[in-house]
C-alpha cells in the first residue's frame, strides 16, 4: 500500500530482457538505507519487488502482464522514474489510499501553464470513466492528484510547482503515456454493488423500461 506521495526522483540505469520479461535496476539514492530485498517499491506508480540491490540501486522484475498495462515495456535507459517506498502503517496518509496496480494508461493530449500550476490533461479508455468523481483522488505515474474537472474518456489535474519539482510530471510533454490507478474505494463499491444486484438493473435501465 502506498499513499502517492513521492518520495524521490530515481534513474534508470539498466533494462535486462528476460524473456518476455524485464529485469531493470534504477540507481537513487534517499530510499535505499530503509530499503531491502523483497520489499515493494512503488516505480512510476507500479508495485515492484526489490530482488537485488546494492549501495546506489536497486533492482526488479517486470513480469509480461504487467509490461502489458503499465508503460514499463517503454522505458529506456536515463529516464526518470518516480519512487516511493511501502507506507507504514503509523504513517500520516498525506496522499490517498494507492495499491500500485495499475488499472491502464492514459495519455497527455493537452498541458496549460497558468500563473500559478499547470493544468495536464489526460484521456483514458471509457469504461474507467465510472470510476471518477469531481474533485476525486487520482494516481499518475504514481502521484496522487486530485481531479479538476473530467469527462467520460478525459480528466484534468492542476499541478502546483512544488509537485512539480518533486516529481517527474515536469518532464511530461504532449502525447506522452502514463500509468493510471484509478481510486481503489470506488472499485470496492463497484463489486458490492454488483454482488447485491446480479442482474446489473440500474436505475439508468428502470427509466428506460419506463419506470
Known amino acids: 500500500m502506498f499513499t502517492g506521495l513521492i518520495e524521490e526522483i ?8 528476460q524473456g518476455g520479461g524485464r529485469r531493470i535496476a534504477v540507481e537513487c539514492s534517499y530510499i535505499l538505507p530503509d530499503s ?12 515492484q519487488t526489490i530482488v537485488k540491490m546494492d549501495a546506489k540501486s536497486f533492482e526488479f522484475d517486470s513480469v509480461e502482464e504487467t509490461l502489458k498495462k503499465t508503460t514499463i515495456g517503454l522505458w529506456k535507459e536515463g529516464q526518470k522514474v518516480n519512487l516511493e517506498r511501502a507506507l507504514r502503517l503509523s504513517d500520516r496518509l498525506g496522499g490517498h489510499l494507492v495499491m500500485g496496480h495499475i488499472d491502464t494508461t492514459g495519455k497527455v493530449i493537452r498541458i496549460e501553464n497558468l500563473t500559478s ?12 470513466a465510472k470510476y471518477i468523481i469531481p474533485h476525486g483522488s487520482i494516481t499518475i505515474n504514481g502521484t496522487s492528484l486530485t481531479i479538476a474537472n473530467h469527462t ?4 484534468t489535474v492542476a499541478i502546483i510547482p512544488h509537485t512539480l519539482s518533486k516529481t517527474i510530471i515536469k518532464d511530461l510533454r504532449v502525447s506522452d503515456l502514463v500509468n493510471l490507478e484509478f481510486d481503489m474505494i470506488g472499485k470496492y463499491v463497484e463489486r458490492m ?6 442482474s446489473g438493473l440500474t436505475i439508468g435501465r428502470l427509466e428506460e423500461l419506463g419506470y
Open 36 to 47: 531491502k530485498v523483497d520489499d515493494s517499491i512503488s516505480v512510476n506508480g507500479v508495485c
Open 10 to 17: 530515481g534513474i534508470v540505469k539498466s533494462i535486462i530482457k
Open 193 to 198: 454493488i454488483g454482488l447485491q444486484n446480479p
Open 117 to 128: 500550476s499547470v493544468v495536464y490533461e489526460v484521456s483514458f479508455p471509457k469504461e474507467f
Open 152 to 155: 467520460d474518456s478525459a480528466l
